[in-house]
């Protein structure tokens, strides 16, 4: 059975995230998209292009969907291949809102409990694990905002990010020897 997208739901989506963002508050604005999101993707209509839904060889794929074009937001679409996931990461400051489009993933938050300015090394505290699956969204408001995000299946799960701005870098946390995480910068860039 061939499934063939609906570019009007693209279409729909933009505009709804164009009213949802349109509040001054980043608690509201991300429960007014986390409820878009929800709304849109359990319509049931397979709205995506294919092109979006391919997983990549080494890594998980992140696509740039749309930009707005005052910079307020960017829709990605993710796709995590058996077993890939982040590292330990934060969202350098920047809000987001994660729904699950297609398969399952698994997200860990993480809350910070110290750390060493001269070392670069942090402390964190697991703070809860959520297996969620299609239609199911989450929000990172920071400073709430470390996560670690994987594939627990066996085929392919795909999440609609949408960012408040464009998340170009982020810091990765790296367990170090005796305890902790290091934290490292890293740069993002998009799957072609």
Not at 71 to 82: E, K, N, P, S
Not at 90 to 101: K, R, S
Not at 165 to 181: A, D, I
Not at 184 to 190: A, D, G, H, K
Request: charged residues 25%; negative net charge.
């Amino acid at each position: 059975m061939t499934i063939t997208p609906h570019p009007s739901r693209v279409d729909e989506l933009i505009r709804r995230l164009d009213a949802a963002v349109d509040v001054r508050d980043d608690a509201a604005r991300c429960q007014n998209v986390k409820h878009v999101l929800i709304d849109v993707v359990k319509s049931g209509e397979s709205f995506i292009e294919p092109r979006y839904l391919e997983p990549a060889p080494d890594r998980y794929a992140r696509r740039l969907m749309h930009r707005d074009p005052q910079g307020r937001y960017t829709v990605l679409a993710m796709v995590w291949d058996r077993s890939q996931g982040t590292p330990l990461h934060d969202h350098a400051g920047t809000w987001c809102v994660e729904c699950v489009y297609r398969g399952r993933i698994e997200v860990t938050s993480y809350s910070v409990h110290g750390g060493d300015p001269e070392t670069g090394v942090v402390q964190f505290e697991k703070e809860a694990v959520v297996l969620a699956g299609p239609g199911e969204a989450g929000a990172l408001i920071p400073p709430f905002e470390y996560h670690m995000i994987r594939n627990p299946d066996a085929s392919p799960a795909v999440t609609i990010h949408v960012y408040g701005g464009e998340m170009t870098y982020c810091h990765v946390f790296e367990p170090v020897e005796g305890g902790g995480f290091r934290r490292t910068y890293r740069e993002l860039s998009y799957t072609s």
